[in-house]
């Protein structure tokens, strides 16, 4: 009897969960987080901030949506002019994953020119959602 | 590289064997359990590609299937099945203990992890990990 009940509450537990994370994955929230950048480069001392914007991608070894993370924002990167992607190891720098507040892998912190965070996702963004905060102004 | 239907081919197994041991008198939950655990722990020794639903799934269901869009790192599911034989390890000692409701929360826990990753592809333990780390060296 009390398997039932709690094969029933694991089942309501994990679909609740599994529909939350389903919407929210990916999307975007606004951040404003002026150090971002200077962090970064802090932990990171041969990266380059992009000339138009940014794009931090924390990964783990562990981690399937990573791979395809990686795809989307490598690509966004190469079409367009000045947009950079910067994929850091988050078990190699554990240090920065806590001063950014990082708990999931992937996040991507999206960044402007000055190296301002402008918005953040956690869970593999698709492109569209990428593009829709991307701080460069009108795309060619 | 593995095709990444054959992970949650094996949780979706995962997840009714779990749900069997939740549901039959406890000396029959014991073998259950125990049989799962060791799945785990070929899934967790030897890798993904080398439980008996992986090659149930590679020589009866692929076959069956489109080609994948796209192949998968096989350390995420490996991982997982690790963190699946410690919940199934920690049932099978409450069931030695006699603690039969300890027992089947942690089986419970295993099938939350089990449906999320058959149903939505994701994967628990590997979330799990990262903030591990994080408190581990706080």
Known sequence: ?140 | MIDPRGPRFTAAVTLVVLAVALLVPTPAAVVVVAGQAVFFAIGAGLGVQHTPTAVVFRTLVRPRLAPPAALEDARPPRFAQGVGLLFTVAALIAFATGAVLVAQVAIGFAVVAALLNAVFGLCLGCELYLLGLRLRTA
């Not at chain 1, 200077?38 to 932990?43: R, Y």
């Not at chain 1, 990171?44 to 794009?55: V, Y």
């Not at chain 1, 950079?84 to 806590?98: G, K, S, Y």
């Open chain 1, 1 to 140: 009897m009390t398997g039932i009940v709690i094969l029933g509450v694991a089942v309501v537990v994990a679909v609740t969960f599994g529909v939350f994370r389903r919407a929210t994955d990916g999307a975007f929230a606004a951040e404003s987080e002026s150090t971002t950048w200077t962090q970064v480069s802090a932990a990171l001392p041969s990266a380059s901030l992009g000339e138009r914007a940014t794009l931090v991608q924390f990964s783990s070894a562990f981690c399937a949506p990573c791979r395809t993370t990686r795809v989307v924002l490598a690509d966004i990167a190469e079409q367009r002019d000045g947009v950079a992607h910067l994929e850091v190891d988050a078990e190699q720098h554990l240090e920065l994953v806590r001063a950014l507040d990082v708990r999931r892998t992937p996040t991507t912190l999206v960044l402007d020119a000055s190296g301002h965070e402008v918005a953040r996702a956690a869970g593999a963004p698709r492109r569209d959602q990428v593009l829709a905060v991307l701080p460069i102004g009108a795309t060619p």
